[in-house]
């Protein structure tokens, strides 16, 4: 079957930097996104990964590796506002999304 | 308007009752998508239709059924709902089904509960 996994819930820091990782196994690949999804509000692109290797964004960074079915969100610089849920999603041969189920992520002072 | 729209944002119902939820995307995308997120599990692709047609059924049961009457417009009629159906519905729309970086666009929600 097709999995999407990655950790339940973690905290951080303000001004600290944060990783949040995500393993997959789907019947095909084309594309990995991170979402970002406050309490209550609709999810919110964050990211876009088809290649391997680093995309940044601001604070906001993004790794694939297809070979290892691996992707992580890293954030700097962590604002109280990044407090959220981030989804990671695959999308499979077929084009359909695939979900984790999300990592709460909570900013401390 | 901008973006994903959806109404009711919050909704109530018996388990006798029949609603609807509404979505409008105002974005010129052809796909629009019906998912279902429940507390701490994965978002669950409902239906999924291009161009009006639904392209996508993932096994939902009947007493959710989809319309889409033009690319802009989404509905989902409930019937006989039961109290695990209580969840958040979302809407969501892209460019198409399918092809390279097709982000898809999501409206606030619905959030539903079934007594």
């Known amino acids: 079957g097709q999995n999407i996994d990655q950790p339940t819930e973690m905290t951080a820091t303000e001004g600290a930097i944060v990783q949040i990782n995500c393993t997959y196994q789907t019947s095909g690949f084309n594309g990995l996104f991170w979402y970002q999804q406050h309490a209550g509000e609709a999810p919110t692109f964050l990211s876009y990964?088809?290649l391997d290797g680093l995309e940044e964004k601001g604070r906001f960074s993004s790794f694939l590796s297809r070979s290892k079915g691996y992707s992580y969100l890293l954030l700097k610089e962590l604002q109280m506002k990044d407090s959220a849920s981030y989804l990671c999603a695959v999308m499979d041969s077929n084009y359909q999304l695939i979900w984790g189920a999300g990592t709460k992520l909570i900013i401390k002072p | 308007e901008t973006g994903v729209t959806q109404t009711p944002r919050h909704l109530v119902m018996g388990m006798t009752n029949k609603k609807s939820l509404k979505c409008e995307q105002h974005l010129g995308h052809n796909a629009m998508y019906w998912y279902k997120q429940s507390a701490k599990k994965p978002l669950e692709l409902m239906f999924v239709?291009?161009?009006?047609?639904?392209?996508e059924n993932n096994s939902v049961p009947s007493r959710f059924s989809p319309e889409c009457p033009n690319s802009s417009h989404l509905f989902l009629h409930l019937h006989t709902l039961q109290p695990e159906d209580s969840a958040l519905y979302l809407c969501?729309?892209?460019?198409?089904?399918?092809?390279?970086?097709?982000?898809?666009?999501f409206g606030p929600g619905t959030r539903l509960t079934v007594l």
């Open positions: 969501a729309s892209s460019q198409s089904v399918g092809g390279d970086y097709n982000e898809q666009f």
């Open positions: 990964n088809v």
């Open positions: 239709y291009s161009l009006e047609e639904r392209v």
